[in-house]
């Protein structure tokens, strides 16, 4: 059994982003808890548990709990992981990085939101972050700041990769966030993207376009959003689609940050900072 679990500890999270169309499935461990009849876990765990069901979405749970606030119950869920009690749902399914990108990136028809929920609570946060991004340029989901900040390995930097097929923003993004001690790569076409995250190591920070000639940026974020290694990566939109429904859909796919062109500087490297937890 499972003892003495501080559930909103924040000490107790692990450094794992919950999104909206995330899908989670009890262990061994997590199904003992509510079939033994004795447990120590909170009032609230226990509901957790009895809620998920490997198919419902993070998104349907926020609609079926309102009494929990979302964030409340995205920390809950990071505390479960954290003990074992449950785990991703997808992961056992998906490849590492060795799968075929080609088929990886391979249009499979509309991209939408997974589910109602998912969709629901996706708009929530798009409306809540359409003021900012309307005032200041850019909008950083508040759901998916970093629980830890992200550090290089010694003597390294962070390596952002900034996705676009406009060489003078690009080189500009390159030349504000160089200066600011980043290590920045350029990708411009389908190919380069799917050669750069074949290469090790992995970016710590994408960069997204929407629009771009030979692929549609919301179609990387989704394949990237649903694999077991590139999920983890954060991913911020630049892009001059910044209607309200374009943020929900980022939200939705899992984008952690929403940035509008044209952009002030220093907002982009703020929008930057934020989703890297710096």
């Given at each position: 059994m499972t003892s003495g679990i501080s559930v909103?500890?924040?000490?107790?999270?692990?450094?794992?982003?919950?999104?909206?169309?995330?899908v989670f499935a009890l262990t061994d461990e997590g199904r003992q808890e509510i079939q033994s009849g004795s447990t120590r876990l909170p009032a609230r765990a226990l509901e957790v548990l009895v809620m998920l069901d490997g198919k419902s979405t993070v998104g349907d749970l926020e609609q079926r709990m309102p009494h929990m606030p979302a964030e409340k119950l995205r920390n809950l869920l990071r505390s479960l992981l954290d003990v074992k009690l449950i785990r991703s749902n997808s992961l056992a399914e998906r490849g590492d990085l060795g799968v075929d990108f080609d088929a990886f990136f391979?249009?499979?028809?509309?991209?939408?939101?997974?589910?109602?929920?998912?969709?629901?609570?996706?708009?929530n946060e798009a409306a809540t972050g359409a003021p900012e991004l309307q005032r200041k340029g850019y909008y950083v989901s508040i759901a998916r700041k970093a629980v830890k900040t992200r550090t290089p390995a010694a003597g390294a930097k962070l390596q952002v990769v900034?996705?676009?097929?406009?060489?003078?923003?690009?080189?500009?993004?390159?030349?504000?966030?160089?200066?600011?001690?980043?290590?920045?790569?350029?990708?411009?076409?389908?190919?380069?993207?799917?050669?750069?995250?074949?290469a090790p190591p992995p970016p710590d920070l994408?960069?997204?376009?929407?629009?771009?000639?030979?692929?549609?940026?919301f179609e990387v974020l989704q394949r990237m959003k649903t694999h077991a290694q590139l999920k983890a990566i954060p991913v911020v939109m630049l892009t001059a689609d910044a209607k309200p429904e374009s943020v929900m859909r980022?939200?939705?796919?899992?984008?952690?940050?929403?940035?509008?062109?044209?952009?002030?500087?220093?907002t982009l490297v703020k929008g930057v900072k934020a989703v890297l937890g710096l």
């Open positions: 909103f500890s924040t000490a107790n999270r692990a450094d794992v982003a919950i999104y909206p169309h995330d391979k249009a499979t028809g509309p991209l939408e939101p997974s589910s109602p929920g998912t969709e629901k609570s996706a708009g900034a996705v676009d097929d406009d060489p003078d923003l690009t080189a500009l993004v390159q030349r504000l966030l160089e200066r600011e001690g980043f290590a920045v790569a350029i990708c411009a076409t389908r190919n380069a993207i799917i050669a750069r995250l074949r994408v960069m997204l376009d929407v629009a771009m000639p030979d692929v549609n940026g980022g939200l939705a796919l899992g984008a952690d940050g929403y940035v509008s062109k044209p952009f002030d500087h220093a």
